[in-house]
Nanobody, 113 residues
Framework: QVQLVESGGGLVQAGGSLRLSCVAS??????MGWFRQAPGKQRELVAT???????NYAASVKGRFTISRDNAKNTVYLQMNSLKPEDTAVYYC?????????WGQGTQVTVSS
């Protein structure tokens, strides 16, 4: 089992920045990433970071968000810049380990206009 604990969410004005962190209880040798779910919408991929160092971003956040990873700390980060009201959602950390998917409890990000 792996526990994922997110932090860093909050309320910010449009154009502002936030940095999300997610700490895993065990080392993750496979992909980690971030998803988000806005009210009334399905959960969607935001960004992923593979063990090969490859990153993948949703088109809506490319150029504004940056995912990074510190394997020594079992931590993945999401730096979010130029935030927009449409980025408002609960952000979930994700990890894949030995054939299983793991999710954090979510952290709320609210962007006011």
């Amino acid at each position: 089992q792996v526990q994922l604990v997110e932090s860093g969410g909050g309320l910010v004005q449009a154009g502002g920045s936030l940095r999300l962190s997610c700490v895993a209880s065990r080392s993750i040798s496979s992909a980690m990433g971030w998803f988000r779910q806005a009210p009334g919408k399905q959960r969607e991929l935001v960004a992923t970071y593979t063990t090969l160092g490859r990153t993948n971003y949703a088109a809506s956040v490319k150029g504004r968000f940056t995912i990074s990873r510190d394997n020594a700390k079992n931590t993945v980060y999401l730096q979010m810049n130029s935030l927009k009201p449409e980025d408002t959602a609960v952000y979930y950390c994700y990890a894949y380990r030995y054939g299983s998917d793991y999710w954090g409890q979510g952290t709320q990000v609210t962007v006011s206009s």
